[in-house]
T-cell receptor, first 113, second 114 residues
Framework: DTEVTQTPKHLVMGMTNKKSLKCEQH?????MYWYKQKAKKPPELMFV???????INESVPSRFSPECPNSSLLNLHLHALQPEDSALYLC????????????FGNGTRLTVT | AQSVTQLDSQVPVFEEAPVELRCNYSSSVSVYLFWYVQYPNQGLQLLLK??????LVKGINGFEAEFNKSQTSFHLRKPSVHISDTAEYFCAVSRIIGFQKLVFGTGTRLLVSP
């Protein structure tokens, strides 16, 4: 069982839709991450939250909007996505500080039609 | 900047045979080293990590890796694989000082057949 829970597992959305991905962890971790993974590729970092504040944005397009309501929750709001945004979106958490041993969720498989 | 090279995109092996998955890294500063495994339709799971100390690191599921600073390598080994080890394996590094972004290699698919 994974300790980082992501919902939904699968999501199909049109290019004009607005949807949100959710991530939850109860390990007391203070850093949370969003990664994007295309098929047969390694994960690519999108955002990092440290102590509920956005600390890293890897030049992600504004159609992706992260939110960290509290230390256990992380959301990714999606709007006006493109078909090339179809991917596996992974959430991860870590204790913060050193080293970044990440705990990943099982991801949300997103398809943009 | 750091980079990771996993030269083998796919490694086929028979069940109960030994396996080595190769990882080489490049960095101008000291780094931490990690191996992650990704089973089909799942997220990544930490197999093992090298932070400091003994260069031989033991991880979960019978895997181990050896850090070789002179060769800038961190190869993953298992003496006897099982069918259930079939998965994608990612090597990753992060710098010790400053923001510790994980830099992943391109992955190696381990295919274990009976």
């Amino acid at each position: 069982d994974t300790e980082v829970t992501q919902t939904p597992k699968h999501l199909v959305m049109g290019m004009t839709n607005k949807k949100s991905l959710k991530c939850e962890q109860h390990m007391g971790h203070r850093a949370m991450y969003w990664y994007k993974q295309k098929a047969k590729k390694p994960p690519e970092l999108m955002f990092v939250y440290s102590y509920e504040k956005l600390s890293i944005n890897e030049s992600v397009p504004s159609r992706f909007s992260p939110e960290c309501p509290n230390s256990s929750l992380l959301n990714l709001h999606l709007h006006a996505l493109q078909p090339e945004d179809s991917a596996l979106y992974l959430c991860a958490s870590s204790q913060g500080g050193q080293p970044p041993a990440l705990h990943f969720g099982n991801g949300t498989r997103l398809t943009v039609t | 900047a750091q980079s990771v090279t996993q030269l083998d995109s796919q490694v086929p092996v028979f069940e109960e045979a030994p396996v080595e998955l190769r990882c080489n890294y490049s960095s101008s500063v000291s780094v931490y080293l990690f191996w992650y495994v990704q089973y089909p339709n799942q997220g990544l799971q930490l197999l093992l990590k090298y932070l400091s100390g003994s260069t031989l690191v033991k991880g979960i599921n019978g895997f181990e890796a050896e850090f070789n600073k002179s060769q800038t390598s961190f190869h993953l080994r298992k003496p006897s694989v099982h069918i259930s080890d079939t998965a994608e394996y990612f090597c990753a590094v992060s710098r010790i000082i400053g923001f510790q972004k994980l830099v992943f290699g391109t992955g190696t698919r381990l295919l274990v057949s009976p």
